[in-house]
């Protein structure tokens, strides 16, 4: 879908306004970070309409504070259990009507329940070429598994942990001296590049989910979009 037909859609669905985003964090923010810089430069031709955090001391709440963005907090650790923490974060995100829910470094396992009302609108990216190393501490995982190269994916969310169809990786060698903390540095420049892409391609409507699979410019793609590739026009 072209970016009018995008305008299109939204037109018949009484929306005027850019699309909105919500941006979910736990922690640093370099993402987010990433994002608000990308809108603000007319990258992403969006808003973002608020930044929900799951802890209070999240260092990125100050990035959305600074950017003049509304930050929320719904504190894991005050409700009794997943369910009732959920539906303070649903109604929390639900409130903004967004056309997109950007997870940047949200630190929480999601219910299917929760995933599923999301479903197609909600987007991840994750520091390995998923589907290799999925899960946490990816960086140690892939030196110690002796890869050559690592990266970061940027995939729709479902029910399967870091599971969901991937839009677009990035490929960052390996080198022979690095560490997790320096190969993570590495692949964390590369995440500030393709997180703010596909979020642009996803609100100008050229990328969407439909079933497992993801539709790029109208077609499956049969593998992730590669960032190499995607630079350098091939
Ligand atoms: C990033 O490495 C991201 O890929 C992962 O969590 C980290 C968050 O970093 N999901 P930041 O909070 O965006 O700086």
Redesign the pocket.
């Known amino acids: 879908m072209s970016s009018s037909a995008e305008g299109d859609r939204r037109a018949a669905e009484g929306k005027s306004t850019p699309p909105a985003i919500v941006v979910l964090?736990s922690?640093?923010?370099?993402?987010?970070q990433a994002i608000i810089e990308a809108v603000r430069n007319g990258e992403i031709p969006a808003s973002i309409c608020a930044v929900i955090s799951s802890r209070p001391n999240a260092p990125?709440l100050e990035f959305a504070r600074t950017a003049g963005i509304a930050a929320e907090v719904v504190d894991d650790r005050r409700y009794d259990d997943r369910q009732s923490c959920e539906a303070a974060l649903t109604a929390a995100i639900d409130r903004h009507r967004p056309d997109l829910v950007a997870l940047?470094?949200f630190m929480r396992i999601l219910s299917h329940d929760f995933v599923r009302h999301y479903d197609g609108r909600m987007l991840?990216?994750?520091?390995s070429l998923l589907p290799e190393f999925a899960g946490l501490d990816t960086h140690r995982r892939a030196l110690e598994a002796g890869a050559w190269e690592h990266g970061?994916s940027v995939h729709f969310v479902t029910e399967d942990v870091d599971g969901g169809p991937v839009i677009l990786r990035a490929r960052v060698p390996i080198k022979p001296d690095d560490t997790p903390a320096s190969l993570?540095e590495r692949?964390?420049e590369f995440?500030h590049r393709i997180y703010p892409l596909a979020i642009r391609w996803f609100v100008e409507g050229r990328v969407r989910k439909s079933g497992d699979q993801v539709i790029f410019d109208g077609k499956p793609l049969a593998q992730p979009l590669d960032y190499a590739d995607v630079k350098n026009g091939r």
């Open positions: 964090i922690g640093r923010g370099s993402n987010l990125g940047a470094g991840n990216i994750h520091p970061a993570a692949v964390l995440e």
